[in-house]
């Protein structure tokens, strides 16, 4: 007996079948680079936070160091100022005692710049440091805005596995059954062929279905996560 020739319908519906498996892998490509370049983004974010912390911690390092040589300074200015009150007493007395104090006073005026001066770099220097806290601030904001993208991502991806194991399975395990009954027989009624081949088309319009859903789901996850 002559087998039956394959309908135009059945190929129709096993072409269509076969796309709808290229989109399903390559769905599943998309999501997996996505994951990958937000674990890449996570990772460069954290450098960036470490950098900054170790920038501030430096800072604080120097901002002790140019407070230490203040103190010095200060104390120096102090003692200055002593020596100048007693070179004033003795100057009606000795004329190069009178000197001498002129000459303290240029000291005391030395010092005083290099006090200014180390006000000024002081002063710079805090408001580095508080240019480096607010960098930091915004680096460590927007590595939790990153992990609780990746967070929604994540949970967005195991919804999504969920809802393919569950709507995926069966019209995939309908159509491998059909498959199967096609292998079993090769005199199939033209009646027959029709309603398996309307079986397996109702399957892959349900395949289809979802993978629009699928699509909608992932283009809908991917706006949440930039917005």
Do not use: C
Not at 195 to 219: G, W
Request: a negative charge; glycine letters at 0%.
């Amino acid at each position: 007996m002559t087998p039956i020739e394959e309908p135009e319908e059945l190929r129709l519906a096993k072409k269509t079948l076969s796309f709808q498996q290229i989109e399903i892998q390559t769905l599943v490509n998309e999501i997996t680079t996505l994951n990958q370049d937000f674990i890449f983004q996570n990772e460069e974010k954290q450098k960036r936070a470490e950098e900054l912390i170790l920038a501030n911690k430096e800072l604080a390092f120097q901002n002790e160091e140019k407070q230490s040589r203040a103190d010095e300074l200060l104390i120096a200015n102090k003692e200055l100022a002593f020596q100048n009150r007693e070179k004033q007493s003795r100057a009606d007395e000795l004329f190069l005692a009178n000197k001498e104090l002129a000459f303290q006073n240029e000291e005391k005026q030395n010092r005083a710049d290099e006090l200014f001066i180390a006000n000024k770099e002081l002063a710079f220097q805090k408001e580095e440091k508080v240019k480096r806290a607010d960098e930091l601030a915004i680096a460590n904001k927007e590595l939790k805005k990153t992990e609780e993208d990746l967070k929604e991502y994540i949970k967005g991806l195991e919804e999504m596995i969920f809802i393919t194991s569950h709507k995926v399975r069966q019209p995939v395990a309908y159509i491998l059954g059909v498959s199967s009954l096609l292998n079993m027989k090769t005199n199939y009624s033209l009646d027959e062929v029709k309603k398996i081949v309307d079986h397996i088309k109702k399957s892959a319009i349900t395949l289809d279905n979802f993978t629009r859903e699928l699509t909608t789901f992932m283009t809908d996850l991917k706006i949440k996560i930039k917005s």
